[in-house]
């Protein structure tokens, strides 16, 4: 099982809002707002990806939760869910376990801009 992330860097608040379909144009439609706390977002974090589409994006973030520290306890997430922090609103393109070992401590979001 993975380590812990520190409590002194899971200082950061987002919203999550799950997919619940789509829209008669195709589009995702989302459920009620979940208010995540004791995560941690980064900017920092560069990928050049192909989506299922067909188009190149680039992740534009990642958002940290521990499943011991962060809160609400026990929160899932799906992509194509969106998450909200400082304003802008990103869609969830993966959803990893970053030890690798499947003992998961926290989970690894990888953001890209929502259109």
Do not use: C
């Amino acid at each position: 099982m993975s380590a812990p992330i520190s409590e002194i860097i899971l200082t950061h608040s987002a919203d999550y809002y799950p997919v619940t379909g789509l829209d008669a144009r195709g589009k995702p439609t989302y459920g009620t707002k979940v208010s995540l706390s004791a995560v941690r977002f980064t900017s920092k974090i560069k990928q050049n990806v192909m989506i299922a589409t067909g188009e190149q994006k680039n992740d534009k973030g990642a958002l940290y939760f521990d499943s011991s520290i962060s809160r609400p306890s026990g929160q899932t997430f799906e992509k194509n869910g969106k998450i909200v922090y400082g304003g802008a609103s990103y869609l969830i393109r993966e959803i990893s376990d970053p030890s690798g070992d499947g003992g998961v401590h926290h989970v690894r979001l990888a953001l890209i801009g929502a259109s």
